[in-house]
């Protein structure tokens, strides 16, 4: 390969991955974590705001070396492809709609199956304190998160994009549609806002895509809710979180259960005891997520005399 061209190629890769990156990303991030913050409390998932401006600066951070990793893997792409070794093809007629239609879901179906396994083995102790532990920094993750991955798992992370076109005949079309579904899927995952309706995780059909709620307990919580697009291979594996369904329809119906500090003194003791403890731990977020994780379910938030809310989770009291 000629040195010049792989660079000029590598330049155009890198520039058109971040501009992915920012035409999804940014706009999300402004509108949620800045401009409309306020508006959009209401369907904020964790009640408890912990992102700080280290974890937007950390995600930023590893997700330029995570796009300058996949222009590599472009770039590559782009080699073998002019020596005719993928099967990636212009005209709709070659195969026809109905292969159009079905690839498309193939795709979708193949990504998420490793995506799902090579995120379980990530969670391996060796391979998490090495690898996967950059993506588990923000455990209130924002959008800045959805592609801060160690470089090693940036690799993982882009392999069926990378092989796919190899093994099956994949339009051109079909390749650009999965890269914004995925795009999208990625950062509504991350948003720290529920933007799938009420309703979304009971619906028949509906149910088996992912709601935002479902990656943002990933991060609160960690040894559950897996996967990536669906719910099924967390469904079918026993790996999600009792509480999903319970904690999205919750978001809808907190205006009835907010509570003022006056009302504090109608609480059990060990309710009060709970209290406490998240105070306490507010600025431990390993710490806190094992709170959270044991005490996971019914939500109330208080509002403090200075106008601070303190949200705070319930559920089995008599185990704290
Ligand atoms: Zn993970
Ligand atoms: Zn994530």
Redesign the pocket.
């Known amino acids: 390969m000629n040195v010049t061209p792989f660079f000029e190629n590598f330049i155009d890769a890198y520039i058109e991955q971040l501009s992915w990156y920012s035409a999804f990303a940014f706009p999300f991030f402004i509108i949620f974590w800045i401009v409309g913050k306020k508006y959009f409390k209401k369907i904020r998932i964790q009640e408890t705001e912990r992102a700080k401006l280290r974890h937007f600066k950390h995600d930023l951070g590893f997700s330029v070396v995570t796009f300058f990793v996949f222009a590599i893997m472009d770039v590559c792409i782009l080699y073998l492809d002019s020596k005719g070794y993928t099967q990636v093809y212009f005209d709709i007629s070659e195969y026809g709609y109905l292969w159009l239609g079905l690839s498309f879901f193939i795709v979708l179906f193949l990504d998420d199956m490793f995506f799902y396994w090579s ?1 379980r083995a ?2 391996l102790p060796r391979f998490y304190k090495i690898f ?1 532990k950059v ?2 920094e923000s455990t209130d993750p924002s959008p800045l998160t959805a592609f801060a991955f160690h470089p090693t798992e940036a690799v993982v992370e882009y392999f069926v994009g990378f092989v796919l076109p190899f093994l099956l005949p994949l339009n051109f079309g079909v390749l650009i549609t999965w890269q914004i579904f995925s795009m999208l899927n990625n950062v509504l995952g991350h948003l720290g806002y529920e933007v799938y309706p009420k309703g979304w995780v009971k619906f028949p059909l509906l149910k088996f895509k992912t709601a935002s709620t479902h990656h943002n307990m ?1 991060h609160q919580l ?1 040894n559950g809710n ?1 996967a990536l697009y669906f719910t099924w291979w967390d469904k079918w594996m026993g790996t999600e979180f009792k509480d999903y369904e319970t904690r999205h329809e919750q978001i809808f119906e907190r205006k009835n259960s907010k509570k003022s500090t006056q009302d504090l003194h109608s609480l059990t003791v060990s309710e009060r005891e709970l209290f406490l403890i998240k105070e306490q731990t507010s600025e431990n977020a390993s710490q806190k997520a094992q709170v959270s994780a044991q005490v996971f379910g019914q939500s109330y938030e208080f509002d403090t005399e200075e106008g601070k809310t303190i949200s705070l989770i319930r559920k089995n009291t008599q185990n704290l």
């Open positions: 995120h990530m969670h996967h993506h588990h990933h960690f897996y």
